[in-house]
């Protein structure tokens, strides 16, 4: 990719947006005033606060550049579409609930994306100073330190990583959502619920958990640094429906290494498959 853009600016002066939001997050856990965005959404003054840091700093420094943040799409209430400009992915706060019951599981997430192709990305969990941060073509890093995804082979042995309280708020296929769940924690060691997917994803490219899996309930600010980050430290990351992967669609199946993504990808489609062949049986025999 030929890109004049000086990346190594850009990631300095996000570096120095996200520290400085780490500072607020970490001086206001007891004055948070709490909204309900929705049904299973939540915002904290906290939220607004850094991501209005981040869009008039990134607005100052680079005014031709776009910026994809959560709670000014939800504001908006209109997704933007992903051009080849240089374009910011941002979340104030993944993980706000944590935030908001101080579960130090929560960071603040941002990747910046040229001609739709990742540059560089971090995670930032101020709770316990884990700076994790990756450039393009030039690995993954945590505190500075190289990080590697796990060399784990067996799915068996392997930990997932999922938020299975998403379970009451999904709308459409409920039970074949449930049962691809089921399906996955069958299939692996154990199952654990970080309740942040930035910081899933951190925690697969430092090579904690194994395997991610999520579709139908993320959005594109959840997963564009995490992505970036699990690739530049060895791991796999596709569109978990088989398409090519999109950011703007944030279906995702992730693992440690190819092997372990494929089966996690056969498990699902074969989870939909089973789910029809039972859809098309009880219509067989509804008919009779
Ligand atoms: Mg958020």
């Known amino acids: 990719m030929s890109c004049d853009l000086d990346i190594a600016k850009c990631f300095d002066f ?4 996200v520290l400085q939001a780490g500072k607020i997050l970490k001086s206001g856990e007891d004055e948070q005033i709490i909204y309900k965005k929705n049904k299973e959404d939540f915002v904290t003054n906290y939220d607004q606060q ?4 981040f869009i008039d700093g990134l607005a ?8 994809i943040a959560e709670e000014t799409v939800f504001t908006m209430q209109k997704m933007p ?3 080849d400009a240089p374009t910011w992915f941002l979340d104030p706060i993944d993980g706000t609930i944590n935030f908001m019951h101080s579960l130090p599981y929560f960071c603040i997430s941002i990747a910046l994306m040229v001609r739709k192709e990742f540059v560089l990305g971090i995670i930032y969990n101020p709770s316990n100073s884990e700076f994790y941060s990756a450039i393009k073509g030039k690995g993954a890093f945590l505190n500075g330190k190289p990080i590697h995804v796990s060399n784990i082979t067996d799915l068996k042995q392997a930990m997932i990583g999922s938020d299975v309280s998403i379970i009451k708020y999904v709308k459409k296929d409920k039970d074949i959502y449930t049962a691809k769940l089921i399906a996955l924690i069958e299939a692996t060691q154990t199952i654990r619920c970080i309740g942040s997917a930035a910081l899933s994803m951190a925690y697969l490219a430092r090579g904690i958990i194994d395997v991610l899996h999520a579709d139908g309930v993320l959005k594109p600010w959840d997963i564009a640094a995490g992505t970036l980050l699990i690739r530049e430290a060895g791991g796999t990351v596709i569109d978990s429906k088989g398409g090519i992967y999109d950011i703007m669609k944030a279906n995702i199946t992730a693992a440690a290494n190819e092997s372990l993504t494929r089966e996690i990808f056969k498990i699902n489609i074969d989870t939909d498959l089973k789910r029809k062949e039972k859809d098309s049986k009880n219509l067989t025999q509804g008919n009779k």
């Open 14 to 17: 996000a570096t120095e947006l």
């Open 50 to 53: 850094i991501e209005k840091l």
């Open 60 to 67: 100052k420094e680079f005014p031709d550049h776009r910026i």
């Open 81 to 83: 579409e992903l051009t």
